[in-house]
């Protein structure tokens, strides 16, 4: 296991390990904002090579689930703040994922009673979870030029608050069906302007993005998540090797501190990635078997096939605060209990128990 532990230098951070752990929604955050047991959380887990947030949303509208937390004022970015200064002084580091849901959202989630925004008007098919059951998510409106731009923007500005409250760095959540995913993907974007039809156009937002972020706080504090195959959230993709081969090689001259594969079992476009993309890759692999969760064999078969160059794993990380320490030796392994995966209090969520040694 020991090239698990190997350093890895990671924009102007040199990582003490290749353990990275993945972004996961807690739903634990009142009012849009974090708190101390969110602080808590994260500081347990600050033996991770790197942390990476559960999604943040860059603005009001880019909410798609309840009681996630937001980077888009001042007084948010004070509250994470807490959580950062937890995370360093306990040895971490620690990015925040900024995730612009889209279309996955509901009018209940905005005080003004709003739509979701989207590249088209094409509703994911989903549902959404409400404190009064579950609800389809609506038909979205169509973005128009001006909202594409104010998005940029608003990404820039998260981007921005987000260096203010401490951290390390940002990720772009361009996976798992939301926002930058629904341009780049022809299922969800229909659009006929320079957003849409081509594969060039539908990178373009994506493109936007990273760069205006990269260009306000430097392109080594900014990753980008991708999901090649994906069918999260409705989404469809004709031909994923052309549109990331497409992407990655857009991107690739904005030496961005990392791309960060989410495997949806098509191994060969994550080849592909790992060919054409020139910096640091983390893959969170698809397990190929029955296995309840990747295992730290998966991650070590991943660094030794030369895949990427570390591995995020999800809920191990969140059942084990000590992963790090209890690979070393072996385990044993708290299994997650996914009755408390989303909402709330402490059980669940700090209270899982680290190894007596």
Known sequence: MEELFAPLRVGKMTLPNRLVMAPMTRSRSVDRSVNALTADYYAQRAGAGLIITEGTQPSVIGQGYIDTPGLHSA?????????????????????????????????????????????????????????????????????????????????????????????DGVELHGANGYLIHQFLADGSNQRTDVYGGSVENRVRFADEVARAVSDAIGPERVGIRISPGSTSEGISESDPAELYRTLIRTLAPYNLAYVHIMEFGHRAVT?????????????????????????????????????????????????NPDLQRRIRVGGPFNSPDAATFYGGDHRGYTDYPMLDV
């Open 75 to 167: 007084e948010q970015a004070e509250d994470w703040r807490r959580v950062t200064d937890a995370v360093h002084a306990a040895g971490g580091r620690i990015f925040v994922q900024l995730m612009h849901s889209g279309r996955v959202g509901h009018s209940s989630l905005y005080p003004d009673g709003a739509l979701p925004v989207a590249p088209s008007p094409i509703a994911t098919g989903g549902q959404m979870y409400t404190p009064d059951g579950m609800v389809d998510h609506p038909v979205p409106r169509e973005m128009t030029l001006e909202d594409i731009a104010q998005t940029v923007e608003d990404f820039v500005s998260a981007a921005k608050h987000a260096v203010d409250a401490g951290f």
């Open 271 to 319: 080849e592909l990635v790992r060919a054409e993309w020139p910096g640091t890759l983390i893959l969170n692999p698809h397990k190929t078997g029955t296995e309840a969760y990747v295992s730290p064999e998966i991650a070590l078969e991943v660094l030794q096939d030369d895949l990427a160059d570390a591995v995020s794993l999800g809920s191990l990380w969140l059942a």
